[in-house]
T-cell receptor, first 113, second 111 residues
Framework: EAQVTQNPRYLITVTGKKLTVTCSQN?????MSWYRQDPGLGLRQIYY???????DKGDVPEGYKVSRKEKRNFPLILESPSPNQTSLYFC????????????FGQGTRLTVV | GNSVTQMEGPVTLSEEAFLTINCTYT??????LFWYVQYPGEGLQLLLK?????DKGSNKGFEATYRKETTSFHLEKGSVQVSDSAVYFC??????????FGTGTRLQVFP
């Protein structure tokens, strides 16, 4: 089954404790990205990657890191989480570019206390 | 810059009512336009899309027409069901970097 898998689905952590949210896709897509969803703001792009070892900032990259060492994986790293990073996070993948359908993971609800 | 504006929700309807969710956009050139749907507890999934002016996207009884003259891509359905209750996102892209989303419109359908 074609899918994008994120883990964990839910996470509560404390300020400053490094964490990683994993994202994996099994569709051999070149393009992957991370979004955060906040009430009244819709989805905003954090980082994206056009291919292995190629990453770039989206609209709200501050406080986040990503890596793309393999085509299928695109982890999101919060080196020192803060309460304003409490949000619902989505990973997405698509064939090159986004003029085609983007496939989304089920989301990770992160709470930073 | 490029942006998408959606009507605020929630939209509350009775089953079998007619649905319209308005979406307008600002973009240079000719963007591709999308509607994504998010069911409770799930990620977004593509509902329909249109890639050029006057195209009509349709799926599951929903449809939307790409209107360049009014820069709009309104979502419509003739008869909604309880199972259509979800959050609907209008989005655009002009290239290969990102989708730009509206803020989402929550639809609640009651029996």
């Amino acid at each position: 089954e074609a899918q994008v898998t994120q883990n964990p689905r839910y996470l509560i952590t404390v300020t400053g404790k490094k964490l990683t949210v994993t994202c994996s896709q099994n569709m051999n897509h070149e393009y992957m990205s991370w979004y955060r969803q906040d009430p009244g703001l819709g989805l905003r792009q954090i980082y994206y990657s056009m291919n292995v070892e190629v990453t770039d900032k989206g609209d709200v990259p501050e406080g986040y890191k990503v890596s793309r060492k393999e085509k299928r994986n695109f982890p999101l790293i919060l080196e020192s989480p803060s309460p304003n990073q409490t949000s619902l996070y989505f990973c997405a993948s698509s064939p090159i570019g986004v003029n085609t359908e983007a496939f989304f993971g089920q989301g990770t609800r992160l709470t930073v206390v | 810059g490029n942006s998408v504006t959606q009507m605020e929700g929630p939209v509350t309807l009775s089953e079998e009512a007619f649905l319209t969710i308005n979406c307008t956009y600002t973009a240079t050139g000719y963007p591709s336009l999308f509607w994504y749907v998010q069911y409770p507890g799930e990620g977004l999934q593509l509902l329909l899309k249109a890639t050029k002016a006057d195209d009509k996207g349709s799926n599951k009884g929903f449809e939307a027409t790409y209107r360049k003259e009014t820069t709009s891509f309104h979502l419509e359905k003739g008869s909604v069901q309880v199972s259509d209750s979800a959050v609907y996102f209008c989005a655009l892209t002009r290239g290969t970097d990102k989708l730009i989303f509206g803020t989402g419109t929550r639809l609640q359908v009651f029996p």
